[in-house]
Nanobody, 121 residues
Framework: QVKLEESGGGLVQAGGSLRLSCAASGPIFNLHAMGWYRQGPGNQRELVANINRDDSTTYADSVQGRFTISRDNAANAAYLQMNSLKPEDTGVYYC???????????????WGQGTQVTVSS
C-alpha cells in the first residue's frame, strides 16, 4: 500500500519559518512529480509549489521568493521550506504525488492527510 504522510506543520508568528516534509512509503518504483497544495479557511485547495523528478519547479505567485520546494529521490520525500510567513499562508497543507509501483500500478494523484499551518499576526 502506497501512502504519503506530511509533517512539520504548526503555529508560527508572522515573519517566521516552517519546514514541511512529505514522505512517500510503500512499493514505489518511480516517484514522478510531487507538489504541495493548501486550503485556507473558506477557500478552495490551491497549488503552492510543484517539483518534477528533474527538479524543475513551479510556484504560486503568492509564495514566489518566500517558499522553496525540494525533494530527495533516494528517500522518496519532498520538502517545503516556508520563510517570511504571512497570516494569509494559514491553512491545511497537503502533499500530492504521482507514482508508479513495482507491480506497474500508476497513481496519478496520491494525497496525504494534510498538516495544519497557522500563522498569527
Amino acid at each position: 500500500q502506497v501512502k504519503l504522510e506530511e509533517s512539520g506543520g504548526g503555529l508560527v508568528q508572522a515573519g517566521g519559518s516552517l519546514r514541511l516534509s512529505c514522505a512517500a512509503s510503500g512499493p514505489i518504483f518511480n516517484l514522478h512529480a510531487m507538489g504541495w497544495y493548501r486550503q485556507g479557511p473558506g477557500n478552495q485547495r490551491e497549488l503552492v509549489a510543484n517539483i518534477n523528478r528533474d527538479d524543475s519547479t513551479t510556484y504560486a505567485d503568492s509564495v514566489q521568493g518566500r517558499f522553496t520546494i525540494s525533494r530527495d529521490n533516494a528517500a522518496n520525500a519532498a520538502y517545503l521550506q516556508m520563510n517570511s510567513l504571512k497570516p494569509e499562508d494559514t491553512g491545511v497543507y497537503y502533499c500530492k504525488a504521482d507514482l508508479t509501483t513495482y507491480s506497474g500500478s500508476y497513481f496519478p494523484e496520491l494525497w496525504g492527510q494534510g498538516t495544519q499551518v497557522t500563522v498569527s499576526s
